[in-house]
């Protein structure tokens, strides 16, 4: 399948709001802060949005090619949350954000939910996520397990991304 023709009707489609409605919370109009700039994402985004309008995170998930035991590990992600915090503007979620996506899309791991929520070049968010789940770095990818947090990975993995994931749904086993 070619993502870059998808993306590019799906950019071609997409409004320019980048906020997405989030069950439990209420929808309104992403406003930028004065000091982001218009290109950056903010508040809730769709992964093919994401992907669409930024070519970084595009072209990383084109070139990210994940192995068999990667895409194995995602499966103890089964029926979880995973709550993302991120920048468009910041080099460590340009690079994990599409691995974890494509990890995602390839190993066909069923979430409970899945949010991308940007956050601008000071850390916030429009619905105070930032405050909610104690953002200090960017990205911050938190596993959640019926709302009770099972662990986070910060800016980028120790080891691998799927092999990070896994460690922290198995510690919680424990």
Same mark, same amino acid.
């Given at each position: ?28 109009? +992403?406003?930028? *802060?004065?000091? @982001?700039?218009?290109?950056? #994402? !903010?508040?809730?985004?769709?992964? $093919? =949005?994401?992907? +669409?309008?930024? *070519?970084?995170? @595009?072209?990383?998930?084109? #070139? !990210?090619?994940?192995?068999?035991? $990667? =895409? ?103």
């Amino acid at each position: 399948m070619n993502y870059a023709i998808i993306f590019t009707a799906l950019l071609a489609l997409a409004p320019l709001n980048t906020q997405a409605a989030v069950p439990g919370r209420a929808s309104s109009p +992403a406003t930028l *802060p004065s000091t @982001a700039r218009a290109s950056d #994402a !903010y508040g809730s985004i769709h992964s $093919e =949005l994401l992907l +669409a309008r930024y *070519p970084v995170f @595009a072209s990383e998930y084109a #070139a !990210y090619q994940p192995s068999a035991g $990667e =895409l194995a590990q995602m499966q103890s992600l089964e029926g979880l949350q995973v709550v993302v915090l991120f920048g468009s503007w910041c080099h460590d979620s340009e690079r994990e954000i599409p691995r974890l996506l494509k990890l995602l899309q390839q190993s066909e791991v069923e979430l409970s939910s899945l949010q991308l929520e940007a956050v601008n070049q000071q850390k916030q968010h429009p619905q105070q996520l930032h405050s909610q789940y104690d953002l200090r770095y960017t990205s911050t990818i938190i596993v959640l397990d019926n709302g009770r947090e099972l662990g986070r990975i910060i800016e980028k993995p120790s080891k691998s991304l799927a092999e990070d994931l896994a460690e922290l749904v198995a510690r919680d086993t424990k």
